[in-house]
């Protein structure tokens, strides 16, 4: 079985089941994980994770001692970063983008902004999470013939359709996300608040950890909230799907920050999607080629406190759109992105590169 080096700097962000759900997947190849730093590995087991060497020299050696075939860097950073070590090895590489490294604003002054260019002109294949990143990488200058749009998948075995109970105005109102300033979820609280005026039984559940955890339980003191927004903290990713399951409407306000930082197809809203919520979110990123508007949800502007309200108010009030949407939502992730299904379309290009890289 061919030898893939899955490069992921650190191993493994609580974020990032959806790299975990493709790693533990592949059946065709055999990934070994190379790392910097190891963390989460309770949450995320895997029995090949190898320290990932400091010198591009050292890199090579261990990549040549494992006979590696292929080099799938995860994020631009890895793969301008492992460049170098292709070239000596002779070996193909496959860069995943994903969303905050490429950005929508340059920063010449930035070696990784200046490197691209090169990474995308040596890089054998780039895969993208939408047709949005796409358009971001030929901006960027990467030829439109490299790149693949890889949808990452979930695990519809754990999150399936669940039929709710037609509740009306105590609706809970979830949304999951690492806490950072790109989810918008200054706005969603803000929001909620109105919601709540008109809807005092409505809860609102935020499930996540990041460094604005600080600011935003200060905001939801000074609005009076706190007996009804909850920063729910990290969550195992075995849990979420029952927590899903005792929601009503899901709810995501993604936002670009100034530094250009976008989503790319939040897995959280796939997850969401498939348990059969409602969504409500922006119109950010490669979030409108999941939710349709008027169909699997609602989409508003990015930073808009009272479309934001609106739509919530709406679907609070609408038991039957709720079940509606809910049901077309889970439809669609059933048809397009079961994991094991991503997988396999993964495992085609690692097929192809290696032909490839050997004539």
Partial sequence: MKKIAFVRTRYLPPSETFIYEELKNIKSFKPI??????????????PRIKK?????????????????????????NAGVRLMNVKRRLRIPMLTSFHGFDLPTKRNRRKSYH????????????????????KRKLIRWGCPRRKIKIMYSGINLKRFFYTERAPKINANVIISVGRL??????????????KVHNQYP????????????????????????????????????????????RKADI??????????????GIPNAIKEAMATGLPIVSTRHG?????????????????????????????????????KKMGRKGSSKIVRNFNSAKQVRKLESIYRQLIRKGRR
Avoid: W
């Avoid at 994980?33 to 895997?46: E, G, I, Q, S, T």
């Avoid at 060497?53 to 799938?72: D, S, T, V």
């Avoid at 008027?294 to 919530?312: H, P, S, T």
């Fill in 114 to 133: 200046r490197r691209l260019p090169m990474l995308f002109r040596k890089g054998d294949k780039f895969t993208v999470p939408s047709h949005h990143m």
């Fill in 180 to 193: 950072h300033k790109k989810k918008g979820f200054h706005y969603l609280i803000r929001a909620f608040k």
């Fill in 250 to 263: 899901f709810c995501l306000p993604s936002v670009t920050t100034i530094e250009g930082n976008q989503e």
């Fill in 286 to 322: 490669g979030i409108p080629e999941l939710v349709t508007n008027g169909q699997q949800g609602l989409l508003v502007r990015e930073r808009d406190v009272k479309g934001l309200a609106r739509k919530l108010k709406q679907l609070v009030g609408n038991p039957s759109l709720r």
């Fill in 201 to 244: 039984s409505s809860r609102l559940i935020i499930v996540g950890e990041g460094k604005q955890r600080r600011e935003l339980k200060r905001l939801i003191s000074s609005l009076k909230l706190k007996k009804h927004v909850r920063l729910r903290g990290l969550v195992a990713h075995s849990q979420m799907a029952a927590l899903l």
């Fill in 52 to 76: 990932l060497p400091r010198g591009l020299g050292a890199i090579a050696r261990a990549f040549k001692k494992r006979k590696i075939k292929l080099i799938h860097a995860r994020f631009g």
């Fill in 33 to 46: 994980v190379f790392a910097r730093k190891k963390m989460n590995l309770k949450r995320f087991p895997f």
